[in-house]
């Protein structure tokens, strides 16, 4: 079946930890993004790729590194300077890059800080 | 700039009534236009899309949509809730200008009463 993975689907950090966050898709889609969700505020974006080896900031980017090597990976680095992680962190797919098209989202995973 | 507001943070309505869910949107131009839910703990799961044409839009589970360009709204309605539908819902706007990202509203939780 084809969809989008993430994992794990629990993470807890200590402090002062960086933390990688796995998404994968083999709907064979060109764009893929990172969102952050927290209780009362929607979902923020952190950071989208259009093509491979391209990438580009979000809204909120600070604390967070990604990486864009292959088409169906686009892991999510969550680093130290990032100072309040804790959050649900979802990743989406959508068919093209450039224009509007749907997004297909995985199940997310929940990052804890301890 | 593009925003999305949904009005109601929180609704709660009787096992059978009919429902009806606000968006708002800012944009200078025709916006793509998207209803999605989201289960506790779960990744996003989209209900209906508009694009252009005719501005009722049917979705699945029994979801429409009206886009209003006048009142620059886009409110999901159910005629009939069942239990199931308690979730919480993302209403998101996009732009042929923006690069294919998606604007998310807030959010509206769904409290289904028996």
């Known amino acids: 079946d084809g969809g989008i993975t993430q994992s794990p689907k629990y993470l807890f950090r200590k402090e002062g930890q960086n933390v990688t966050l796995s998404c994968e898709q083999n709907?064979?889609?060109?764009?893929m993004y990172w969102y952050r969700q927290d209780p009362g505020q929607g979902l923020r974006l952190i950071y989208y790729?259009?093509?491979?080896?391209?990438?580009q900031k979000g809204d909120i980017a600070e604390g967070y590194s990604v990486s864009r090597e292959k088409k169906e990976s686009f892991p999510l680095t969550v680093t130290s300077a990032q100072k309040n992680p804790t959050a649900f962190y979802l990743c989406?797919?959508?068919?093209?890059?450039?224009?509007?098209?749907?997004?297909?989202f995985g199940p997310g995973t929940r990052l804890t800080v301890l | 700039a593009q925003s999305v507001t949904q009005p109601d943070i929180h609704i709660t309505v009787s096992e059978g009534a009919s429902l009806e869910l606000r968006c708002n949107y800012s944009?200078?131009?025709?916006?793509?236009l998207f209803w999605y839910v989201q289960s506790p703990g779960q990744g996003l799961q989209l209900l209906l899309k508009?694009?252009?044409?005719?501005?009722l839009v049917q979705g699945i589970k029994g979801f429409e949509a009206e886009f209003k360009r006048s009142q620059s709204s886009f409110n999901l309605r159910k005629p009939s809730v069942h239990w199931s539908d308690a979730a919480e819902y993302f209403c998101?706007?996009?732009?042929?200008?923006?690069?294919?990202?998606?604007?998310f509203g807030q959010g509206t939780t769904l409290q289904v009463k028996p």
């Open positions: 989406a797919s959508s068919v093209t890059s450039g224009t509007v098209n749907e997004q297909f």
């Open positions: 709907l064979n889609h060109d764009a």
């Open positions: 790729s259009q093509i491979v080896n391209d990438f």
């Open positions: 944009y200078g131009a025709t916006p793509y």
């Open positions: 508009y694009f252009s044409g005719d501005t």
């Open positions: 998101a706007v996009g732009a042929p200008s923006n690069t294919g990202k998606l604007i």
